[in-house]
Nanobody, 119 residues
Framework: QVQLVESGGGLVQPGGSLRLSCVAS????????MGWYRQAPGKERELVAT???????TYADSVKDRFTISRDNGKNTVYLQMNSLSPEDTAVYYC?????????????WGQGTQVTVSS
């Protein structure tokens, strides 16, 4: 069993900051990609940021220069530092992990954490 446990969501005023964390545990194997996605009401889930095991990072254009993704490989943890938040960032944020175990690819999702940006 693989578990992804997210934390750090909440309510923040426009211009504020939040830091999300996601810890992967269980028989996860070798993690290749860790990332964050989000889904706003009435919209499809979209990529926010990903980070590969060797550090290559991809950001959605809408969050570049405001969000920073990082990971601690020793702790199987991925972080998302979110600065200059706007109401458009309001969504449920999901942690995603891709790993290889016994030659098989696994794709895992967290339960989601709500981020609400409002005054």
């Amino acid at each position: 069993q693989v578990q992804l446990v997210e934390s750090g969501g909440g309510l923040v005023q426009p211009g504020g900051s939040l830091r999300l964390s996601c810890v992967a545990s269980g028989s996860i194997g070798s993690i290749t990609v860790m990332g964050w996605y989000r889904q706003a009401p009435g919209k499809e889930r979209e990529l926010v940021a990903t980070i590969l095991s060797r550090g290559t990072i991809t950001y959605a254009d809408s969050v570049k220069d405001r969000f920073t993704i990082s990971r601690d490989n020793g702790k199987n943890t991925v972080y998302l530092q979110m600065n200059s938040l706007s109401p458009e960032d309001t969504a449920v944020y999901y942690c995603n992990v891709v790993s290889i175990r016994n030659g098989r690819l696994g794709n895992y999702w967290g339960q989601g954490t709500q981020v609400t940006v409002s005054s």
